[in-house]
């Protein structure tokens, strides 16, 4: 009920407890009760004190006498409910107070209660969907806090903790009238304790003592209900039955109280019951009043406390005939313990014979898996052998191979380069031509890197030029060389890049030197770079599209570019767009350009992003592979981003009308209209399907004109 070790505790912010407060648990069936219980027994009290276990009975009784067989009834359920809370109590050693409230209104029941009896401690659990629930809006724990007397503390327990509490604002007026029952309980469970620690002799038993009668042993005792009398509430009605009464375990039988607390595995035991029976031979009727838990021996009176004193345990009586029958006993006893060591002697020899043989097995099966292990790796060593040879000989005859290759490559490359002089029409340089040009390829007069090798800037023949170097190698770096020297050397263009000649045997094509770099430095402004005009922008997209339509109009064979991008356009001085790196071109046969114009191919060249989706997938290539990646070149001029889902943005900034947020801000006067125009000619070009594409030579380039032309009219004189 209260602490022992201070005078003043305080508990979660609870306020100060005194030495003497009362401590209240309402309970009811349900397992927030039962934790309500547990926090407040290891939470408030110690071993040995007394709380207050009180239920509210909100059935309205019926008027007038209630029957006897319905007051049993309840009587009965009433004990079954305060069972757990009681045996847990015992099992921590706690004493406990059993209140009975009748009462429709459960929190108001309790507030007075509190109030009444002064408690300054109440502890409740949360508030479930049935229980102390029953009101429309609010629980019984919020109407107990805004109800209760201002000296109490309330804490409203969830799971084990503290989910909501009350501080309290004062000390109790006055006394609590429990304080006195409480301090009779105390001294009561002190004799029997005291009681508990006499034990009797080994050997002694009530049955065959002559000195202690059967009618002496102490009979059950009453309850203490009777003793105490009956509780009265102080809100009970008169003319009506007492609505509040105290329930105690001397009503209980035995199996009631030896039970478990709901959630908790340990079983209740009793000191006092537990030496009687081990040390006792006492009959059915001694039995079940001597076996009694700890929260009823705290609770009856110190009548009961003296009956139970009044047993004699003397073993000065014992008859000679005792003696004889324990003698017998203890040589029976001896004799079937000898035989017993006999036995197990016997079995813990056979068990050791047993023992042995196992170990020798498993040392014999030990020594067999060692070898079986041995011989298993000595096996796989000699195949890693083998097969490390097999890898060896593998390795010389691939070598041989490939060596047996590079030979027959240079001297096809020999042969092919010899018709080449008499078949294609170009300049040939020789290597040191070539070193004495690129300062014998110095990084200082390195302008470039590609897939195809590095790039150098030189002077051949009275010409600043472009010396682009095959990289030892390169995938598919000698068949572009060829492509490249095939389609160049045929072909002249002011839209494509100049080609000087070239250097068969260690694979340099030579190309007049573009001062201003590709397309792609510019619209990044790569070092700097002032942006280009949406004037020069749509000149170059005329003469892009001029000189990829030269390509696919070439005769006898139209050439498809495949790998059209803003780094393979090329600006000269005047900035003037064209057409490089040709390597991946395919020539198509007259008469599939003619027919179908289309021609499968077996694998897909370029770069992604810029690659025909329907090539891509079907390996079917024409010259409108070309323009698809011209559409896309195309808006890449116009808005100075990645290709990476450009069109998808385009399209979608068109349909809300953001266009204008697409455009390249580096050019602050943009022709909406026309900048507009030229946007959805590009989404034209970009389509998924080859057939949605528009003509070059009937649709883009009349158009791009028509843009070149309104932008060289608007250009400053």
């Not at 081990?278 to 009694?292: F, I, K, V």
């Amino acid at each position: 009920m209260w602490l022992s070790k201070s005078s003043s505790t305080n508990f979660y912010g609870g306020g100060q407890r005194k030495a003497n407060a009362i401590v209240a648990v309402a309970i009811d069936k349900d397992k927030y009760s039962q934790h309500a219980l547990k926090w407040a027994i290891e939470q408030l009290l110690t071993r040995d004190q007394t709380i207050v276990l009180v239920h509210v009975n909100n059935k309205t009784p019926t008027t007038g006498a209630t029957p006897d067989g319905n007051k049993l009834q309840n009587d009965k359920v009433m004990k079954d409910l305060f069972l757990p809370f009681r045996c847990f109590c015992t099992r921590k050693h706690v004493q406990c107070i059993e209140v009975v409230l009748e009462e429709s209104n459960i929190a108001k029941a309790l507030a007075e209660y509190a109030s009444q009896y002064a408690i300054e401690f109440l502890v409740l659990g949360a508030a479930s969907r049935h229980g102390f629930i029953r009101f429309n809006k609010s629980d019984v724990p919020t109407h107990v806090m805004k109800a209760a007397p201002e000296f109490c503390t309330i804490y409203v327990i969830s799971k084990g903790k503290i989910s909501s509490a009350k501080k309290s604002v004062k000390p109790a007026p006055f006394v609590s009238p429990l304080y006195e029952q409480i301090q009779e309980q105390s001294n009561a469970a002190t004799i029997a304790n005291t009681f508990a620690s006499v034990t009797p002799p080994s050997n002694f038993n009530v049955r065959d003592n002559p000195l202690v009668a059967p009618e002496k042993l102490p009979e059950k005792p009453r309850p203490v209900l009777e003793e105490l009398g009956s509780f009265k509430s102080p809100f009970a009605r008169p003319g009506k039955a007492p609505n509040a009464k105290l329930l105690m375990l001397g009503d209980l039988t035995e199996s009631e109280t030896d039970i478990s607390f709901i959630g908790d595995g340990r079983p209740t035991t009793d000191p006092i019951s537990d030496s009687l029976d081990n040390d006792m031979d006492l009959s059915p009727t001694a039995t079940t009043s001597s076996r009694m838990s700890n929260s009823s021996d705290h609770v009856l009176g110190p009548a009961y406390a003296k009956a139970r004193g009044s047993v004699d345990f003397s073993s000065s009586s014992q008859s000679n005939m005792d003696e004889d029958n324990e003698m017998k006993r203890l040589k029976m006893d001896l004799m079937r313990t000898m035989e017993l060591y006999s036995t197990a002697c016997k079995e813990s020899l056979t068990a050791k014979e047993k023992a042995g043989e196992l170990q020798r097995w498993r040392d014999e099966e030990k020594q067999k898996m060692a070898e079986e292990m041995r011989k298993m790796g000595d096996q796989e060593k000699n195949k890693g052998r083998a097969a490390l040879e097999k890898a060896e000989a593998s390795n010389r005859i691939a070598e041989l191979d490939s060596n047996r290759r590079v030979i027959a490559e240079m001297k096809q490359l020999t042969t092919d380069d010899n018709d080449d002089d008499h078949k294609f029409n170009y300049h040939r340089y020789t290597i040191e031509e070539i070193e004495e040009a690129t300062q014998y390829f110095s990084s200082s007069v390195k302008i470039g890197e590609g897939g195809y090798g590095p790039v150098y800037r030189g002077r051949l023949s009275n010409y600043d030029c472009a010396i682009k170097v095959l990289r030892p190698g390169a995938a598919q770096g000698r068949s572009q060389f060829q492509k490249e020297v095939e389609v160049l050397s045929c072909i002249r263009h002011p839209n494509m890049v100049p080609f000087l000649g070239a250097c068969p045997e260690y694979g340099c094509l030579v190309y007049e030197y573009m001062s201003n770099g590709s397309l792609e430095e510019r619209l990044l402004r790569r070092g700097n770079t002032p942006p280009l005009s949406w004037q020069t922008r749509f000149k170059i997209a005329s003469e892009i599209v001029t000189g990829v339509l030269f390509l696919h109009q070439t005769k006898p064979e139209p050439i498809v570019h495949r790998d059209l991008k803003p780094g393979n356009i090329l600006l000269d001085q005047n900035f003037v767009g064209r057409i490089s790196d040709v390597g991946l071109a395919r020539l198509l046969p007259p008469s599939i350009a003619e027919d179908i114009t289309q021609y499968r191919m077996t694998s897909t060249a370029g770069t992604f992003c810029y690659i025909d989706p329907e090539y891509q997938q079907t390996g079917m290539l024409g010259v409108k592979s070309d323009v698809y990646s011209l559409g896309i070149m195309l808006l890449q001029m116009i808005t100075a981003k990645p290709a990476m889902g450009l069109s998808h943005h385009v399209e979608n900034a068109i349909e809300k009308g953001t266009f204008d947020q697409m455009l390249d801000p580096c050019v602050p006067d943009w022709p909406q209209d026309e900048a507009l125009g030229f946007a959805k000619l590009a989404l034209q070009c970009a389509e998924l399907r080859r057939k949605d594409r528009p003509d070059l030579g009937k649709v883009v380039l009349p158009e791009l004109t028509r843009l070149r032309d309104l932008g060289e009219e608007s250009m400053p004189v």
